[in-house]
């Protein structure tokens, strides 16, 4: 049996504990630890799925700001072994794609790199039309990935769509199709893809607060036997700092941040993990802990079971599904909790919160007590709907 398999049981294991250790202070370890670990040498690949390709396990998210003249951080990134970049045509309001056209004109470092780009776009048609403009503002041929941005419609799998990547891919303009997802139904979309096919890669939410979910896990069992390459994205499982600090997380070994990386990384399924690093430091520690080959203890993965369990109630899944299915209207609760998530967890995203939140239909942003109380009710994570939603107006209306 593998280390790897080895370590993701043992995180499992842990996970059915949470809800006992949610009832105690833990105080493992000695003192909470601000110095990364320390990793060196070559970024660890791991194979995609089924393409043939060896991945690096850690790669750069790009929906912050990023310079246009010189981003220190894709040049960090680069250096550091970070050989693949994530972006999509709404990125940094729009400039993801040319900062990241000019990084590679001054590194000259296309033929060494993987570039993913995404569209939201909601046809076939559209998705084509997207895929050429996401060419011409990063100045290449090709992608190594192209993905549906953000999907949580199953029939964004039905034939056309498939038939659509199926083009792509034989264009040349994209090597790898597939879609990224972080609403509710990610297990029923992750189930679809490994039955229908023509589908190579997966972008999807997965954290330390979900590594104990039984459908996702059989899901991602599904995909991973139907050989499709897996990509962790919203690694942070962010709630405010203010409650994560209450926890007190202490490890000799890890940063907080980079255990919730190292917890997915313990999962042999998956294949990398996409990142926002906002910081040259942020690089720095995400790059050590990728590097080390020191893997969790029972003790730290304890404890970030007992984060997930004492903070569930902050941190929305994005099943829609339910509860606005439940409040009986068009209430944009989903969404609306993840703008004020952005506002509260990620540091220069508050105006972009406040457009975000801004640009819902007025009637998205009008509710009654009753369609809360209701949707509250069948919250899985137990979040106090209505207390949120008016904290989302307050702040960001």
């Known amino acids: ?41 070559p970024m660890p690949h791991r194979p995609l799925g089924a393409t043939g390709e060896q991945v690096p396990i850690l790669h750069l998210g790009t929906s912050q700001r990023l310079d246009p003249v010189y981003d220190k951080v894709m040049h960090r990134c680069l250096k550091s072994g970070i050989s693949w970049f994530d972006t999509a045509l709404s990125y940094g309001w729009g400039a993801s794609h040319s900062a990241i056209a000019n990084f590679l004109e001054q590194t000259k470092a296309r033929q060494t790199m993987w570039l993913t780009s995404k569209s939201g776009s909601g046809s076939p048609k559209g998705l084509a039309k997207a895929l050429d403009e996401a060419l011409t503002e990063l100045k290449t041929d090709y992608l190594d990935i192209f993905l549906m941005h953000g999907i949580n419609d199953e029939d964004r799998l039905g034939k056309a769509f498939l038939a659509a990547g199926n083009r792509f891919r034989q264009s040349g303009k994209t090597r790898f199709f597939g879609f990224s997802c972080h609403d509710g139904n990610v297990a029923e979309l992750l189930n679809k893809a490994a039955k229908v096919g023509g589908i190579d890669v997966i972008l999807f939410r997965y954290n330390f607060r979900r590594y104990g979910d039984l459908a996702l896990n059989k899901a991602i069992d599904a995909c991973h036997k139907a050989g499709i390459g897996l990509l962790a994205m919203k690694s942070m499982g962010s709630v405010p700092a203010s ?58 993965s304890h404890q970030l079971n007992r984060l997930a369990a004492l903070t569930a109630q902050y941190a929305c899944n994005g ?65 106090d709907i209505a207390a949120r939603m008016a904290q989302a107006q307050a702040v960001l209306g």
């Open 1 to 41: 049996m593998g280390q790897k398999t080895t370590n993701r049981r043992l995180f499992l294991q842990s996970a059915a504990s949470a809800s006992a250790l949610a009832a105690t202070h833990s105080t493992f370890g000695a003192t909470a630890t601000l110095t990364p670990a320390a990793g060196s040498g």
């Open 319 to 383: 099943c829609s599904h339910l509860c606005e299915k439940t409040a009986g209207g068009d209430v944009a609760i989903a969404d609306s909790l993840r703008f004020l998530m952005y506002h509260e967890c990620y540091d220069g995203k508050s105006d972009r919160a406040k457009e975000l939140y801004g640009a819902l239909p007025a009637k998205a942003r009008q509710y009654s007590a009753e369609q809360l109380a209701a949707a509250a009710a069948v919250c899985p994570q137990g979040i």
């Open 243 to 300: 409650l994560e600090s209450v926890v007190q997380f202490r490890s000799e070994n890890f940063t907080l941040g980079q255990a919730k990386l190292k917890s997915i990384w313990a999962d042999e399924r998956i294949s990398s993990v996409v990142s926002e690093m906002d910081s040259v430091q942020r690089v720095r520690e995400n790059v050590s802990a990728a590097k080390t080959q020191r893997n969790l203890t029972a003790q730290e």
